[in-house]
């Protein structure tokens, strides 16, 4: 029965990812940016339902932009969660763009790519961050770099945190786990870590006991003076904070 449940949420979330594609290429050309959010989110928040996965929010968060999201990253699941949440821009991977289905998805909802092996590209990145803050963008990031199993966070680079710098603009620090939705306790299954495959590890989610994805954001942050390197220390150990408050 396990299986056939999964295997059932398996094809609606497929089906709703196909949906997701029309709207992209039918409906979001005739709809302004704040329309586009807000079908992003409810798009989101709807694949959470489908998959039984449910969101508890804790703190506030940012209402408008300019603002830059920081979040430490367990999961392919993690730009979903946080869409649902709050809809910001995510700067990811230029692969990304190219991935059947999820591309089309992504790119729908504004992400910012970025070619992590070209420093260059990084200097760029970092200039079109600060531009889509100072017009008016929510941009989210994963400092960390790469997923990690939410029991330790890795180091946070800090190149991204210089677009916040650059464009004056606030960061808000966030926190994401995943635990049962019944016993509270941690739940691995989301984590896409190590030699997990996309597939295994969305099987393992979808045949897991049901999960709740906490979200916890934390105060505004301005630079007061600190550089970039000072800063990524200090809102990774506000992450951390977050997280074990969450508990």
Known sequence: MTSLRALWKLLRGLWHVLMGMWAVYVRFPQLGPEQRDMRVQAWALQLLALWDIHLKVLGQPVHNGPALIVSNHISWLDISIIHAARHCRFVSKSDVRDWPMVGTLATGAGTLY???????????????????????????????????????????????????IQAQTPVQPMSIQFVEAESGKPSFAPCYIGDDTL?????RTLSAPKIMAVVHFGALQQADG??????????????????????
């Open 114 to 164: 970025i070619e992590r092996s070209n420093r260059k590209d990084a200097l760029r990145m970092v200039k079109d961050m600060a531009q889509a803050m100072e017009d008016g963008d929510v941009v989210a990031v994963f400092p960390e770099g790469t997923t990690s199993d939410g029991r330790d966070l890795l180091p946070f680079h800090a190149n991204l945190i210089q677009s916040a």
């Open 199 to 203: 597939l295994g590890s969305l099987w």
């Open 226 to 247: 600190r550089n970039r390197r000072v800063w990524a220390h200090d809102l990774r150990e506000e992450v951390i904070r977050l997280r074990d408050a969450a508990h």
